[in-house]
């Protein structure tokens, strides 16, 4: 398993007086997360303090399939979400059982 740290900012037509499931095409966008997690993509993610930021933790074989994969984000295009970063993440300690 090759685990990934992959940040995304939110940004361009975000609307910050609304919350996350207010925001235009939730529905689609949270579909789209749906299916990475069912296929095991997205292994865990949600937004860091502060709303800005959100972290997910990708299990890919490298960067390139990560933002191909995430490119199809309907919120990436359009710029409600832009990945800042992706950094390999070996896993030492794991207490999830």
Request: charge should be negative; aromatic fraction near 8%; charged fraction near 30%.
């Amino acid at each position: 398993m090759d685990l990934f740290a992959v940040r995304e900012r939110r940004g361009g037509p975000w609307d910050w007086t609304r919350g996350l499931r207010e925001q235009a095409g939730f529905g689609d966008h949270a579909r789209f997360m749906d299916g990475l997690v069912e296929t095991g993509f997205v292994v865990l993610g949600g937004p860091l303090q502060g709303d800005r930021e959100v972290l997910l933790v990708v299990d890919a074989p490298g960067e390139e399939a990560i933002r191909e994969r995430l490119a199809e984000d309907p919120w990436i295009p359009n710029g409600m979400l832009t990945v800042t970063s992706i950094e390999r993440w070996t896993i030492l300690l794991d207490g999830r059982g």
